[in-house]
């Protein structure tokens, strides 16, 4: 095996675990719109998914994200191109931050044989290598030692691509992700740890399963770096995207972001939700949706008018409306195929 790639610490941390958290910077015009567009595309996918789920569409495992938009959003905002993204199985709303195309993802959570893994993969098992997107894991924690070996790639041949790695607060956890944080560490591997602590792993809450609470501090006993990130709000999300990617990109090693996000609807889609109160979940969602917050700034600056954000909306909903379409006739595999694309 070729050595390690390593570069030496070129200078100190950008913000150490439990650092202040520095004012957020604001979004242009521009930055707005399409980080509202990009967040709708996420929020009604999910909500599609959810009814053709209920309509016995789609079969199998099926994780939505709403509610986390800002954070997927605001990352892919810091990231570039030739950089890699790799989550776990709530991944629908990664996939189409990523630019993967919204009916090849449905018409995969449908079966179809245009889904993007020829309808047998499903919800968890997606993969663009032209967009950077690695999946889609079912195994929790599974894609972070996988995400830090996309960093020792990149690191390799010695391009300055990062590797954006999304876990859970759950997967948090497991040992293997702090077996792939000694080695980013020590190889000083670009790779950007994003734990999206939406509270809760399946049922069990953060407080009732995690010693330390407070995950940016997740990575101290090796030296990496982390911040708590508002990730309600997107531009919170991109400044410290930007600040975590440059950290990589200058060869000081791996960074970890904690989005500090919020999942509105149950774990998958059979989840009676017991474990919080309706009020809890009322409350995010009137006090802190990304959504709503980029569009109260837009009404309030002056910026949009209700009207431009309808046809936004509107635009959107078509989007995913031929999406459906799509994904509700395209035909299934042939019978042919049940043999082929997999491991024998
Ligand atoms: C190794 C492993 N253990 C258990 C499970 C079952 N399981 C699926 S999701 C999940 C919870 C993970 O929660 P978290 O990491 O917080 O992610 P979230 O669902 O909140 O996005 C568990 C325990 C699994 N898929 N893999
Ligand atoms: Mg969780």
Redesign the pocket.
């Known amino acids: 095996m070729a050595a390690a790639p390593s570069a030496q610490r070129t200078k100190s941390p950008p913000v150490r675990a439990a650092a202040p958290v520095p004012p957020v910077a604001e979004f242009s015009k521009e930055q707005e719109l399409a980080a509202l567009r990009d967040m709708l595309l996420i929020r009604r996918f999910e909500e599609k998914a959810g009814q053709m789920y209920g309509m016995g569409l789609i079969g199998g495992f099926c994780?939505l994200y709403i509610g986390q938009e800002a954070v997927v959003v605001g990352m892919q905002m810091a990231a570039k191109p030739g950089d890699a993204i790799i989550t776990?199985?709530?991944d629908h709303g990664h996939m189409l931050a990523s630019g993967m195309d919204p009916k090849g993802v449905l018409a995969e959570l449908t079966g179809r044989r245009s889904g993007l893994s020829k309808g047998k993969g499903g919800s968890m098992h997606m993969f663009s290598k032209e967009k950077g997107f690695y999946g889609g894991h079912?195994?929790?924690?599974?894609q972070v030692p996988i995400g830090t070996g996309l960093a020792f790639a990149n690191a390799y041949r010695g391009n300055d691509n990062v590797s954006i790695t999304y876990?859970?607060?759950?997967?948090?956890n497991?040992g293997q992700v702090y077996e792939s944080f000694n080695m980013a560490e020590l190889w000083k591997l670009p790779v950007v740890y994003v734990i999206?602590n939406?509270r809760?792993?399946?049922g069990t809450s953060v407080s009732r399963s995690s010693a330390q609470t407070d995950f940016s501090k997740r990575g101290i006993s090796l030296n990496i770096p982390g911040e708590q990130v508002d990730g309600m709000d997107v531009r919170a999300v991109k400044a410290a995207g930007d600040r975590a990617v440059q950290w990589c990109r200058e060869g000081n090693g791996p960074m970890i972001l904690e989005m500090q996000t919020y999942?509105y609807r149950g774990?998958s889609m059979s989840d009676p939700v017991k474990y919080r109160s309706r009020d809890e979940v009322q409350k995010m969602r009137e006090e802190h949706d990304p959504i709503e917050q980029v569009r109260t700034r837009l009404l309030k600056a002056g910026l949009a008018s209700e009207a431009d954000l309808k046809q936004i909306d509107a635009n959107v909903r078509t989007i995913i409306a031929e999406a459906a379409e799509f994904a509700t006739h395209d035909l299934e595999p042939d019978p042919s195929e049940l043999w082929t694309n997999i491991l024998k």
């Open positions: 994780h776990g199985y709530r079912g195994i929790v924690g599974a876990f859970g607060d759950g997967a948090a497991q999206e939406n809760y792993a399946m999942r774990h």
